[in-house]
């Protein structure tokens, strides 16, 4: 029985554009597709990022600085509340279409020191995978040890983290394009996918994170996806849901997108 640790990128779930936008059609297939796996005897843990939910308040309150003002306490309740409203739509999603989903808040699961992982608590998650349940977490703000006081804990990093704690089969990355490429396929119709990505290749890629962006964009994606790889998670891929593609990848087919492997 594998376990697939399944990230849906918030650029794949709102409209990043639109502040607090759900893209309902593409949730719903993402939620579809981890529950058809499911049905086949399949475990998958579900992390999500904050789109058009929680990078606007973030970034406007600079919470990647840590508080450094009266108003960052303002900005820390707005951004958790914008991030519980979005995770609330997902698990609805899941509830509509007869899933079984347990939203574990990764504020009373982690603490950090200096933005990087102190104290965590995965026995939760444990409990509810051995219940049936399908676990849901979320990129977030958290209590920092350090002098920052919060700091950002992005659903990028918990997926990488979950995938290494827990030994996981696969780690699957899902955009709201195909996968990786070389440039930005939105300005680049004719941008080359990149289908399997080593480190050689990282220096070509030319994609910058967006200023909205309040947790590093691609390229802590692509770090995140690395340090799982490294630590041992034998698939780690960047996909789109589209065309089935998210059951394809997790029932083991052949699918579509960026795989990483040693160069």
Known sequence: MTLSVVKFGG??????????????????????????HV???????????GGSFGHPLATRYKLDRGLISDESYEGVALTRLAMRRLNEE??????????????IEPSSSFVLEESDIKEYF???VEVALEKGFV??????????????GVAILSGDTIASFLALRLK?????????????YLEDPKKRPDAELVKFLDRGILEE????????DA???????????????????KVVCFISWRRKNLLKALDGLNFKGTVIREA
Not at 135 to 148: C, E, K, M, N
């Open 11 to 36: 650029s794949a779930i709102t409209v990043k554009d639109r502040p607090f936008t759900v893209r309902r059609g593409a949730l719903r297939s993402m939620c579809s597709q981890v529950l058809s």
């Open 39 to 49: 049905k086949r005897g399949g475990k998958v843990i579900v992390v999500h990022g």
């Open 90 to 103: 997902v698990v609805k999603e899941f509830v509509r279409l007869r899933g079984r989903p347990y939203t």
């Open 122 to 124: 995965v026995q939760s």
């Open 135 to 148: 676990p849901v977490l979320y990129g977030d703000v958290v209590l920092d040890a350090s002098g920052r």
């Open 168 to 180: 996981a089969d696969k780690l699957i990355y899902v955009l709201d394009v195909d996968g990786i």
């Open 205 to 212: 890629i030319k994609v910058a994170a967006p200023d909205s």
């Open 215 to 233: 947790t590093g964009g691609l390229v802590r994606k692509i770090k995140e996806a690395f340090n799982a790889f490294r630590g041992g998670v």
